[in-house]
């Protein structure tokens, strides 16, 4: 299937960010409007509003899955605190990302064994997110402007030395360390490119 260039974010944050607007994929899609972008933005509060908008992800041509959510090393939660373990999420994702990549805004989740689970069984081109505890105002900007960076010199393509160079830049200025893995022929299946 031949994919867009678009950013479809799926977003599930506890109670108190959503009742008081930290909505991070709120402001990211502000940011992909101002480049002329047309994402697609679901709010989802339980693991079968998750999977739902994972399926419609799936569905649609979108080119870029972004996944907001608190999250640790072991997985991510729902806003109704329905746990889905990194493996469990490798499984829900696996049809749906080959040819495609990965953007996870969630604390300490991007590792090693995430990147096992997704890009050898989905053919998914990478996945990157911080490797440490972030806050929303560092998410954010962090975000936006890996988004804009690419964006701005690209609008129909991310290729992986680009983003690689990029995701260097905004470690300079944010010190906000991301792990970056991208497919490769070779075994395991990736390649590790620590961006700190």
Known sequence: M????????????DPDDEGNGRCEGVMISHILRLHG?????????TR???????????????????ISAHGNQEGLCTTNQEEIDFDELGDLLQPHLEGRRLFLSSCEMVHKELAAEIIP??????????????????????????YHLMFSRNSKVMKRAELEQQLKKVFALFEVPLAFFSKTKAEPGYAENLVQ
């Open 121 to 146: 069984k989905s053919g998914c081109f990478s996945v990157i997110g911080p490797t440490v505890k972030i806050s929303f105002s560092d998410a954010v900007v962090v975000w936006a402007s890996i």
């Open 2 to 13: 031949k994919t867009l260039p678009e950013v479809f974010i799926i977003e599930s944050l």
């Open 48 to 66: 079968a509003e998750f999977e739902k908008a994972i399926d419609e992800f799936g569905r649609s041509r979108y080119r870029y899955l972004h």
């Open 37 to 45: 972008k047309n994402p697609k933005y679901h709010y989802v509060r």
